[in-house]
């Protein structure tokens, strides 16, 4: 497979050029929704590392239409695309918690529009009842659609910390659910959460590696301005210590080596807005920090899937 001899894992950018014979570029909206655990439904001061903007900070404006919007996000990421195919990615707060006559008004724009191959809409796995499940399935028949869930952790004292607001059966009851139409999943983790060691990191992705999962997203935990999180930070030093580069690069690489090679890779760190990241300073810089996994892995011979060869040898 020849995704081994660059990346070393199954990147996204490698996905799309499978899947769509093309690079392939993630414009980022905002379907104007809220989120059950911001509205009081759940709780009202959202999970505790959600920016005020719902976790959708590079998501265009809530103002405008999707076509806009689709529009508006084209033009910024203009100078460095070098194709017409897009994924419509519904990124800001939870967003299949809305009527179905809404959901479906916007969702059919999006998939319309004649650049968008396909859509992905990040969700909770709580919202996504039936009728939804239908619409998606529905969708799902004109172009792909693939769902983005934030499980973040399997351990139920960190769920309860973070306020993520639901249980690990839910997340598994709706991962069942979608594979069962034929919707691809990619699941969230934050890598660092306070109180995790590396042992309870890794068995989330032991857990997820077994799952039919479709992608994941690994993320370093980040702090925002204006998030409880960043009080946390503020007040309480011992509970939080944050992963330095080199750590994170080491934890971020035994994961990798426990997730199959069927899985696709879809962010390797934290990627805040840099005028709201409080810390760490250095996952900014995120070419940086993208170059350097690079060069360990190469430099460690080590690859996605690495754990499951050797124990199958
Ligand atoms: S579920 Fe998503 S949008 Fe809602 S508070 Fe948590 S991170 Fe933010």
Known sequence: MNLWQDKR????????????????????????????????????????????????????????????????????????????????????????????????????????????????????????????????????KRKPVYIELGLQTIHENSARLIRRGYSLPIFEEALNRLSGINIPVIVHVILGLPGENRKMMVATIDYLAKLPIHGIKLQLMHVLKNTELETLYLSDSKLFSLLQLEDYIELLIECLEHLPPRIVIHRLTGDGPKNLLVAPIWSGNKRLVLNTIQQELKKRDSYQGKYIRTNLE
């Open 9 to 140: 894992y199954y990147s996204l950018d490698t996905y799309y050029k499978e899947q769509f014979g093309d690079k392939v570029y993630k414009l980022s909206l905002n379907g104007n929704m809220t989120c059950p655990n911001r509205d009081g439904t759940l709780g009202t001061g959202g999970c505790i590392f959600c920016s005020s903007g719902g976790s959708g900070d590079f998501a265009a404006c809530n103002k405008l239409s999707i076509t806009e919007q689709i529009e508006e996000a084209k033009e910024r990421v203009a100078k460095k695309v070098k194709s017409n195919r897009y994924v419509a990615y519904f990124q800001a707060y939870t967003n299949t918690y809305a009527p179905v006559s809404y959901l479906r008004s916007i969702f059919t724009e999006a998939i319309e529009h004649k650049e968008v191959v396909a859509l992905s809409i990040a969700t909770r796995p709580d919202c996504l009842p039936e009728e939804v499940l239908n619409l998606l399935a529905e969708l799902n």
